[in-house]
């Protein structure tokens, strides 16, 4: 069974720039988020996606952070304008509806984000 | 407000030398307490599901329980493969809430 894949790994770019990082879940699996884990830190819930809908935005800064699930498959987490505080790294998670309290959530590598 | 503390952050052990991992919470509402296993430059990796205080589950060197206030990880005679962060995260209704980790290397 293939895993969640994200992309880039890697991205190094300068304040004030724009970023865009990718995520295909799993397949079937309906629920999605996004999470940014900066160093040192466990992972922090920005957005959860229940099919193509937004189910949790709370700590999603909207001012500068979007992000979209269009056909409720794969997603993307869009950063603009960053700041040096956005270094990270973003996690997305997928897992099959209705198994949340089994708590196994399904992560994918990571994009590693670098602001100068 | 929800918080999860682990501690130690850091975990230095020699190979076969046993040690835990504590991870105490504040959240109202547990529906379930979860431990996950981080290696470096990897996402987290679903190790155990804990619901009830006094439950106990275990995976080769690894068990994991819970009392009413937090829950413990023992490490039994590690070895070098278990160096990785352990991250523990908390569930009320609906959110998960992370505690920061704990990084345990082993030794040969």
């Not at chain 1, 987490?77 to 099959?96: G, H, M, N, T």
């Not at chain 2, 379930?32 to 009830?52: I, N």
């Not at chain 2, 439950?55 to 070098?80: G, Q, V, Y």
Request: aromatic fraction near 10%.
């Amino acid at each position: 069974e293939a895993g969640v894949a994200q992309s880039p790994r890697y991205k190094i770019i300068e304040k004030r720039q724009s970023v865009a990082f990718w995520c295909n879940p799993i397949s079937g699996h309906a629920t999605l988020y996004w999470y940014q884990q900066i160093l040192g830190q466990g992972p922090k819930l920005l957005i959860q996606f229940q099919n193509n809908g937004v189910v949790d935005d709370s700590q999603l800064p909207k001012d500068r952070f979007s992000a979209e699930r269009l056909k409720g498959v794969d997603s993307t987490l869009k950063i603009q304008p960053a700041k040096l505080e956005d270094s990270a790294v973003y996690l997305c998670a997928s897992r099959v509806p209705g198994q949340l309290l089994t708590g196994e959530l399904f992560f994918g590598e990571g994009s590693r984000l670098t602001v100068l | 407000e929800d918080q999860v503390t682990q501690s130690p952050e850091a975990l230095r052990l020699q190979e076969g030398e046993s040690s835990s991992l504590n991870c105490s919470y504040t959240v109202s509402g547990l529906r379930g307490l979860f431990w996950y296993r981080q290696d470096p430059g990897k996402g987290p990796e679903f190790l155990f599901t804990l619901y009830s205080a006094g439950e106990e589950k275990e995976k080769e060197r690894l068990k994991a329980t819970l009392t009413k206030k937090e829950s413990f990880l023992h490490i039994t005679a590690p070895k070098p493969e278990d160096s990785a962060t352990y991250l523990c995260a908390a569930l009320n209704d609906y959110k998960l809430s992370f505690g920061a980790g704990t990084t345990v290397t082993v030794r040969a």
